[in-house]
């Protein structure tokens, strides 16, 4: 099965420190894309950062970059600095050629002050 | 640029009558989705649009549940009779491009009772 798996359904953060979200995914292809999704109370999905499956360099947005590991299927989310409008849900998504996208179950990230 | 358009924002009815949602899609995207999102689950793809021909809708509840968009522009999703497992949010997003993801519109949260 094509599954994107988020192991951590909560995490917790202080203000101003560094806190890394956990994803891994299944998928036969060798090209695709992933992504991470930020969705706050207001329920709509934020594009907070992507990676193209052929790219060996991480992406980096700001305080948000990705440590991706081809070979094991995992990328994992990295806030720096993290502030209190950070709180929110954080999806990972996997998309192919068919421009279907998988989501995880998602993370509850709590920003503490 | 103006966001995806969704509404109604809620919408409360009793099992086995129908409702409508409606989506507004970023102007020239050529790509349409609409996702059901249930409460503690990640966005799940019902029916998947280009311009106005349906890619996938392997998942789409076919007996109660339809979507069309008309000239491919808007598109209008469409459950009846509803159930009470149907209560989530619906997502409608829209893309020009497969690698810049996803814009997604605020949702439509229906609960049946």
């Known amino acids: 099965a094509q599954t994107v798996t988020q192991s951590q359904p909560e995490m917790s953060v202080q203000e101003a420190e560094t806190v890394t979200l956990s994803c891994t995914y299944d998928t036969s292809e060798s090209d695709y894309y992933l992504f991470w999704y930020k969705q706050p109370p207001s329920r709509q999905m934020i594009l907070v950062i992507r990676?193209?499956?052929?790219?060996?360099q991480n992406a980096t947005e700001n305080r948000f970059s990705v440590n991706f590991q081809k070979a094991a299927k995992s990328f994992s989310l990295k806030i720096s600095d993290s502030q209190l409008g950070d709180a929110a849900m954080y999806f990972c998504?996997?998309?192919?050629?068919?421009?279907?996208?998988?989501f995880g179950t998602g993370t509850r990230l709590k920003v503490l002050a | 640029e103006a966001g995806v358009a969704q509404s109604p924002r809620y919408k409360i009815i009793e099992k086995r009558q129908s409702v409508a949602f409606w989506c507004n899609p970023i102007s020239g995207h050529a790509t349409l989705y609409w996702y059901q999102q249930i409460l503690g689950q990640g966005p799940k793809l019902l029916i998947q649009f280009q311009n106005n021909g349906v890619v996938d809708d392997s998942q789409l509840p076919k007996d109660r549940f339809s979507a069309e968009r008309l000239k491919g522009v808007d598109s209008t999703l469409k459950i009846q009779p509803a159930k009470l497992e149907d209560s989530a949010v619906y997502l409608c997003a829209s893309s020009s491009s497969l690698n810049y993801g996803y814009t997604f519109g605020s949702g439509t949260r229906l609960t049946v009772v």
């Open positions: 998504a996997r998309a192919s050629g068919t421009y279907k996208y998988i």
């Open positions: 990676q193209e499956a052929y790219k060996q």
